[in-house]
């Protein structure tokens, strides 16, 4: 099993910048596949970037493509979610999820997923 916690969200204002952390507990981060989704209140929880096991392939929404980029680090047993030129409907709380099969975009695939880290966008 792996136990993930989230860090770095904030308030920031429009074309700000944040990072995203995302620690993992256990031996074997390495072999799970990596993800952040977010949460607006009222809103379905949407797919923002994924990474593969190995880090050579990353996904991202198509709302985020081209400003946010998810990186990892395994000796750190960390993945990191970049987000840049940051607009209000980014505002959301985001949250990262681990799978060891699984690395697309459907949230209700991966098995663990940390607590959430709000971020809040201002205009």
């Known amino acids: 099993q792996v136990q993930l916690v989230e860090s770095g969200g904030g308030l920031v204002q429009a074309g700000g910048s944040l990072r995203l952390s995302c620690a993992a507990s256990g031996r074997t981060f390495s072999t799970y596949a990596m993800g952040w989704f977010r949460q607006a209140p009222g809103k379905e929880r949407e797919f923002v970037a994924t990474l593969s096991l190995g880090g050579g392939s990353a996904y991202y929404g198509d709302s985020v493509k081209g400003r946010f980029t998810i990186s990892r680090d395994n000796a750190k047993k960390t993945v990191y979610l970049q987000m840049n030129s940051l607009k209000p409907e980014d505002t959301a709380v985001y949250y990262c999820?681990?799978?060891?099969?699984?690395?697309?975009?459907?949230?209700?695939?991966?098995?663990?997923w940390g607590q959430g880290t709000q971020v809040t966008v201002s205009s």
């Open positions: 999820a681990a799978d060891r099969a699984y690395s697309g975009k459907n949230w209700y695939e991966y098995d663990y």
